[in-house]
């Protein structure tokens, strides 16, 4: 966790949790422990609310499968499955399939709505899915478009009706592991931001790298533009994996200017880093190292001007939800920011960000807690002090 310029080795997620301290430690450090893992006080800036949760399912990872905003009406979906408890791993069992929630108040409240004509990509056989269709609008008010490993859904009344599935093209690697990252640049073009995996012999989950494709005719077909950074994997022995720079999360400054974060990982260290074009994603440099350790996606938020938000969840020492702010096009980021640190498990995060019209952001992640232990969604409302 980099917090100015100090490096602080994260706890396991079951001390965190728990918050124990270490045999011998003094009663006076044990109280500054404790109080350390306690919940920060409410602040005016940020407000937490349910999204959606159920006692009986576990419901996470909306980073994956999108987020998309309409002045003050927000659409999210996430992955439900049946609720197992686990200390080890993720808990949920059997088939998952797609939930989706709405706010028309900007965030403040939710409606969970069903969706049973998006088939969760586990149903969807990619040699049977069509790579042709329509021209698409990508300029319709109420465009949308969800992507997920090799296929993906279109709508153009703000995520009401889907049609599809539609394969994505295999651009640049032929094995596609894409999460829903797009950003419209006119009525018939678009990008959209990548992860895919080479057929190394490797496990898809060990190998990828982050590339952007582009379509300038209504979605008839699409060019490989780049790859965001170098590939950590290349050349590495097998006992080095996992190895790669994936889940792309992307804004754009101005109509060149993009600024990408993308999740890293090499054997055991992980971290994000933030790269930059200015040609239209043609070319990216590396900026910085965003933060070391957080085991989660990062989401972008574009503030306006040059000033992006980072906001990602933390499963080290105070499990939660932090943000850092850059103002200057991310060359260089304030220091950390708690939005909140009260989660009972390390199953948590992988955040989704969008802007209201009063400049509000809206994160919407999956969470655990003392009172709702199973992960559910809930959503952090915050005005950033910029």
């Given amino acids: 966790m980099e917090t100015k310029n100090r490096i602080v080795p994260p706890r396991s997620p079951r001390t965190a949790a728990h918050g124990k301290t270490p045999r011998g430690l003094s009663a006076l450090a044990a109280v500054l422990a404790l109080a350390c893992n306690a919940a920060p006080p409410a602040r005016e800036n940020v407000r937490h609310v349910i999204v959606y949760h159920n006692e009986r399912e576990f419901a996470g990872w909306p980073a994956n499968e999108g987020m998309w905003s309409w002045g003050d009406e927000i659409l999210v979906a996430y992955d439900i499955g049946k609720y197992q408890k686990s200390e080890t791993g993720h808990s949920v069992t059997g088939r998952l399939h797609y939930g989706f929630s709405r706010s028309k108040d900007g965030g403040l409240t939710w409606q969970a709505e069903p969706h ?47 049609n599809g599935p539609w394969r994505i093209p295999r651009l640049p690697d032929p094995v596609p592991l894409a999460r829903t990252c797009h950003i419209v640049t006119g009525g018939s073009s678009a990008l959209v931001f990548l992860t895919s995996a080479p057929e190394t012999g490797h496990p898809p989950t060990e190998r990828g790298r982050s590339s952007v494709i ?29 190895a790669f720079s994936i889940m792309p999360d992307a804004v754009r400054i101005s109509p060149d200017h993009f600024v990408a974060a993308v999740r890293c990982r090499i054997n055991r260290a992980k971290w994000t880093d933030i790269h930059e074009s200015t040609d239209h994603c043609r070319t990216w440099r590396k900026l910085v190292r965003l933060e070391q350790g957080s085991n989660n996606p990062v989401a972008l938020a574009h503030l306006g001007g040059k000033a992006i938000a980072a906001i990602y969840g933390w ?51 999956y969470y655990t807690t003392k009172e709702r232990p199973q992960p559910h969604i809930e959503a952090t409302i915050w005005h950033p002090d910029i």
């Fill in 315 to 365: 499963r080290g020492h105070a499990l939660g939800i932090r943000a850092r702010i850059s103002k200057d096009g991310g060359r260089r980021w304030g220091g950390e920011i708690i939005l909140r640190r009260d989660a009972s498990s390390w199953d948590i995060g992988y955040t989704r960000a969008v802007v209201r019209p009063d400049g509000a952001v809206v994160v919407v992640y």
């Fill in 214 to 242: 582009e379509t300038k005719d209504a979605g008839r077909s699409w060019e490989l533009l780049s790859y965001i950074g170098n590939d950590p994997g290349a050349g590495l022995p097998a006992g080095q994996m996992p």
């Fill in 116 to 162: 049973p004509d998006v088939l969760h990509y586990v149903e969807i056989k990619p040699e049977r899915t069509p790579y042709n269709h329509g021209p698409v609008n990508f300029g319709a008010p109420g465009f949308a478009m969800k992507l997920r490993q090799h296929s993906y859904y279109l709508s153009e009344d703000r995520g009401r009706t889907w």
